[in-house]
């Protein structure tokens, strides 16, 4: 049990280290990789690794629920320090997702308004999952034009503001999404990646192993790559060594 803790006092600390390069996180994977268990899992973490400075996290429910339920999982041995998760992380909007592409913009745009009262030392701000009604919206027309207009005023109007409010409050922007494959990479990259190409992140992929219970983590972050493989648990993420690592 100490050795788990110590191993995951150090990947904690490692990606604390990584988002001092950039605030801006791309979250993307498929399907039961754990997107949100990871965004769970590293919140709830980074929100406690320091008890001496206070800090919160809005999630927005842009179209998946929070998982309330999974993040008590992943904490349930750590009763103080799920307690603090609890009361600290704001769900926006409270009781349920958003169900419409121009509900999310209003949802988004309210962040950054000069009125919005954001909670006391903002940390973090996660989209769970921010493309899910704009891929909609796009699929609803046939127009190009039309659906370059909208691509262009959701990063204008939603998401440039957000980055702006984020690096200049130093917050941490987590972005979940869905993905597609680029057969021009050979692998899978979050829906729209020219939209999101345009700004710079740490851009983090999830992938699931075949016939394995381990899943891999690509992280690229200013042209340097990086990728660690994992296991989904009841207690959120394990990471395992590679294996030229074991010997180290």
């Keep these: 049990m100490k050795s788990k803790m110590v191993s995951e ?11 001092l390069q950039e605030k801006i996180i791309s979250l993307s994977g498929e399907s039961g990789t754990g997107k ?23 999630w927005v429910q842009a179209s998946e629920a929070f998982p309330k339920k999974r993040l008590n999982q992943i ?12 009361e600290n992380i704001f769900i926006i909007p409270k009781h349920k997702p958003v169900n419409t592409y121009k509900a ?28 899910h009604h704009l891929r909609f919206k796009i699929a609803q027309n046939n127009d190009f034009s039309y659906n370059a207009s909208v691509l262009d005023s959701f990063y204008e109007t939603q998401l440039l503001p957000l980055i702006f409010l984020c690096q200049r409050s ?5 972005l979940i999404h869905e993905v597609s494959f680029d057969p021009k990479l050979m692998k899978n990259r979050p829906f729209y990646n020219k939209l999101y190409d345009r700004i710079r992140t740490v851009e983090i992929i999830l992938n699931n192993i075949y016939n394995s219970q381990q899943k891999k983590m690509e992280i690229s972050v200013n042209n340097h790559n990086y990728s660690l493989i994992y296991e989904l648990e009841d207690s959120g993420i394990s990471f395992k060594k590679k294996k030229e690592d074991k010997d180290k």
């Design 104 to 131: 999310q913009a209003e949802i988004l745009q309210m962040l950054f308004k000069p009125s919005c009262m954001l909670p006391p030392n903002l940390k973090f701000i996660v989209i769970d999952n921010i493309s």
């Design 36 to 58: 949100t268990t990871f965004a769970l899992y590293l919140v709830g973490n980074l929100l406690t690794s320091n008890k001496q400075v206070l800090s919160s996290c809005i």
């Design 170 to 174: 130093n917050i941490i922007l987590i």
């Design 9 to 19: 006092i150090k990947y904690v600390n490692g990606f604390k280290k990584l988002f």
């Design 75 to 86: 904490f349930s041995c750590q009763p103080n320090k799920l307690q603090y998760i609890n």
